[in-house]
């Protein structure tokens, strides 16, 4: 039984892959915001345990997660959790930077950090749900398009890195996928959304879970899932 330290979680494709991996009978670790996003993630996966920390605030995770219990085993890490907010460059302040950037890329190259220890103990795996705009940027995309191709330069690094003890590493790309996330970019786009467009996050779920049940004679180091439809 493998033990899965997961973020985003709540909804999406990180609750998607949670489900997976709840029902077959793995080890959750579930990271939330605050404690009473905490308390929803264990009603929603009984058994699974969680953690504090707040994405937002990379600067104070380590202080968070020092004041409580850590896994002392941990076979993965996915990065799932991510924010988004669109507008030209020309028009982005500071402040819209700095949330992207920490949520989506400063954050993530944190809690790697903090876990390394574990994840090369056991040759583990970790999986970082980048974005087609981790590949491409688009007009208005700016400040996103910026944290996902950081992304996937911490991912090229690590992966480097890691690769001669046994730590896999691998950035999967999804195109847009029906989610609450995909809601707010069609809003601030200005379109009506209809997630029967987009691909189902159950099936961006099954492509994670699929890299990271590979046998260890081979790893998936980028992976770009697209809409099908």
């Known amino acids: 039984m493998a033990t899965h330290l997961i973020t985003g979680a709540g909804s999406g494709i990180g609750a998607a892959v949670a489900r997976r991996l709840h029902e077959r009978g793995d080890?959750?670790?579930?990271?939330?915001?605050?404690?009473?996003?905490?308390?929803e993630l264990a009603a929603l996966?009984?058994?699974?345990?969680?953690?504090?920390?707040?994405?937002?605030?990379?600067?104070r995770i380590s202080k968070s997660l020092g004041m409580q219990p850590m896994p002392d085993h941990l076979d993965s890490l996915l990065h799932i959790a991510g924010v988004v907010d669109l507008g030209p460059i020309g028009?982005?302040?500071?402040?819209?930077?700095?949330?992207?950037?920490n949520a989506n890329l400063i954050s993530p190259a944190e809690l790697t950090r903090l876990f390394l220890p574990q994840l090369r103990a056991s040759r583990g795996h970790v999986v970082f749900v980048n974005s087609g705009a981790g590949l491409t940027a688009h007009a208005e995309w700016g400040a996103y398009a910026a944290s996902k191709h950081g992304l996937k330069a911490l991912a090229d690094s690590l992966r480097h890195e890691e690769h001669a003890g046994g730590v896999?590493?691998?950035?999967?790309?999804?195109?847009?996928?029906?989610?609450?996330?995909?809601?707010?970019?069609?809003?601030?786009?200005?379109k009506e959304y209809d997630p029967a467009k987009y691909i189902d996050a159950e099936s961006v779920a099954t492509t994670i879970v699929m890299a990271i049940d590979l046998p260890r004679d081979a790893e998936v180091n980028d992976l770009t899932v697209r809409p099908g439809r």
């Open 27 to 39: 080890e959750l670790v579930l990271l939330a915001r605050d404690a009473g996003r905490a308390k």
């Open 45 to 59: 996966f009984p058994g699974a345990r969680t953690l504090v920390a707040d994405l937002a605030d990379p600067d």
């Open 91 to 101: 028009e982005l302040r500071p402040r819209t930077w700095h949330q992207q950037l």
């Open 168 to 190: 896999r590493v691998t950035s999967v790309y999804p195109g847009r996928t029906a989610s609450p996330m995909q809601a707010k970019v069609h809003s601030q786009e200005g």
